[in-house]
């Protein structure tokens, strides 16, 4: 994306680099967590100086479009649904807790490289292996979510832990690691061939898309989730108290 200020505009500087920002930040290789051109090198690219581009970087980073990393750089914000839990479950533990009957029916542990989108998340290189979990879940009389879960390295996960346990359980009381914030992106798909094949439904079916983004108690990405969910079989609540 070429970027060019009008510098014969009556419109301030710092105005049109907010607009010009506002525009690069839709970039699909951006809002996938890719980070922002470094400020010195988008400075020199828009003739304009650091100070002039700081202030319209810190409007965008008030409103809440971008996340700012001292030392490491800007990166759009993820539009997402958040929560904060204070009894972190995992998905078998909240089902247990409802009382409903859960069935594993496929479990894979493996190690690969992330693609980008992953990789962003855990700011780390696409060359760095992390762990890659892939559990098809439901009641006895079938299946009706697939997770795909990627831990950070950091985690220490190792592959050869018992998966049949609550995946949270493990992470706190195996490697002191609490979950502790959620981030979520939920939306409707149709089913390709291979998810459709798990969940035992028509390619093109309707089915509930879950991102999910996990944080420890530092706000430190420790996975990356998603979930596919069967839309006959599940209905996903959110609950909102006004503060």
Request: aromatic share 12%; net charge positive.
């Amino acid at each position: 994306m070429k970027l060019r200020i009008d510098h014969k505009s009556h419109v301030p500087l710092h105005l049109q680099a907010e607009e010009l920002l506002r525009n690069l930040i839709r970039d699909p290789q951006y809002t996938d967590g890719k980070f922002l051109p470094n400020e010195v090198d988008l400075a020199k690219q828009l003739a304009i100086s650091r100070t002039t581009l700081r202030q319209a970087l810190n409007k965008l980073v008030y409103e809440g479009l971008l996340i700012r990393k001292k030392g490491i750089g800007t990166k759009v914000a993820e539009s997402s649904v958040s929560s904060k839990s204070k009894n972190w479950l995992s998905f078998s533990q909240e089902m247990k807790a409802r009382g409903i009957p859960i069935k594993s029916f496929e479990l894979h542990v493996s190690w690969v490289y992330p693609d980008e989108a992953v990789a962003n998340f855990f700011e780390i290189t696409t060359q760095k292996k992390v762990l890659k979990l892939e559990r098809l879940r439901g009641r006895p009389e079938g299946p009706f979510v697939y997770f795909v879960s990627f831990f950070h390295p950091r985690v220490g996960l190792t592959g050869e832990e018992d998966f049949k346990r609550p995946l949270y359980e493990i992470l706190e009381k195996d490697y002191l690691v609490i979950a502790n914030l959620s981030k979520e992106e939920i939306s409707a798909k149709a089913a390709g061939k291979f998810i459709a094949g798990k969940l035992e439904i028509e390619p093109g079916n309707p089915i509930l898309f879950r991102k999910r983004f996990v944080y420890d108690q530092g706000d430190r990405p420790i996975e990356y989730n998603l979930g596919y969910y069967k839309a006959d079989s599940f209905v996903y609540t959110i609950e909102s108290r006004r503060e």
